[in-house]
């Protein structure tokens, strides 16, 4: 790296400096990089700021990962059966005769009540407490919401029970026709 001169002019006369360039900015990552590896062994020898270890802020972070995607599939399925239900109330305002819009609106009907049995287990997430910081809070509702799902694994719920109705409806109107 060479020198570099910087020249400055003002009314009482001309100012010039110098400065090697190199060493001024080796000088600031050599500071920067020390400063990183400080960290880094800190994390490493005392574990996150919140007293969790490395291994531990890993599986929190998968643990809220995961039930996020969970909820978001849920959340994008109900929110476009939602726009399509509005759409198709919107096409069934077109049908002036109530005999031909009342079984369009039925099976609307219909829709929201398997929608609803279906993606929306009841679950009774707490309130947050005064005093709680949100991270806790956070994580107190994740774990009860974990614990909902993991529990209705293996029981057929009531979204489940409506969808066998629904297959065996139209294989029994399948049969007949």
């Not at 990552?29 to 994390?43: A, E, L, M, N, Y």
């Amino acid at each position: 790296m060479g020198r570099r001169e910087i020249k400055r002019s003002n009314t009482s006369g001309s100012t010039s400096r110098s400065y090697d360039s190199g060493s001024a900015t080796t000088n600031f990552v050599g500071k920067f990089t020390q400063s990183v590896r400080r960290i880094v062994q800190d994390v490493k020898d005392e574990g996150a700021p919140s007293g969790m270890t490395r291994d531990e802020v890993i599986e929190t972070n998968e643990r809220l990962r995961s039930l996020r995607l969970r909820l978001e599939e849920s959340y994008d399925t109900v929110k476009k059966a939602l726009i399509n239900l509005m759409n198709k109330y919107g096409d069934s305002k077109s049908h002036r005769n109530i005999f031909q819009r009342y079984p369009m609106l039925k099976l609307m009907i219909k829709e929201v009540i398997r929608l609803e049995t279906q993606y929306w287990t009841l679950v009774d997430i707490p309130r947050q407490e005064k005093q709680e910081t949100v991270p806790s809070y956070v994580m107190r509702a994740c774990s009860i919401m974990e614990k909902t799902q993991k529990s209705g694994e293996g029981v057929k719920t009531s979204a489940k029970l409506a969808d066998e109705a629904a297959e065996r409806g139209s294989a029994w109107s399948a049969w007949n026709t």
